[in-house]
């Protein structure tokens, strides 16, 4: 079972960064990898997708400030988000297109 580890989440101020990290514990070389995020109360949605070929793509909400990346000899996908709002406070998660088992994910708050 492929195990995703996410990290790098934290208590920021609006207006701040945040890089986060996922690393698989197989190779992601073949697969879109996705970033997601869970607000309290809300439901798990969908933030941004990098492919293999590294076609982006982002939730509307995130355009211009959050850049993902990826790394397939590290196995990481990165999430660097910039100009951070209140709204992006959630649990964000990343995973596969392959939809492999969900790590514990990484806090991120954003203060106002």
């Known amino acids: 079972q492929v195990q995703l580890v996410e990290s790098g989440g934290g208590l920021v101020q609006s207006g701040g960064s945040l890089r986060l990290s996922c690393s698989a514990s197989?190779?992601?070389?073949?697969?879109?990898m996705e970033w997601y995020r869970q607000a309290p109360g809300k439901q798990r949605e969908f933030v941004a997708r990098?492919?293999?070929?590294?076609?982006?793509l982002y939730v509307d909400s995130v355009k211009g400030r959050f850049t993902i990346a990826r790394d397939n000899a590290k196995n990481t996908v990165y999430l660097q988000m910039n100009s951070l709002k209140p709204e992006d406070t959630a649990v964000y998660y990343c995973?596969?297109?392959?939809?492999?088992?969900w790590g514990q994910g990484t806090q991120v708050t954003v203060s106002s």
């Open positions: 990098i492919s293999t070929s590294r076609t982006t």
């Open positions: 197989r190779s992601i070389f073949s697969n879109n």
């Open positions: 995973n596969s297109d392959q939809r492999w088992a």
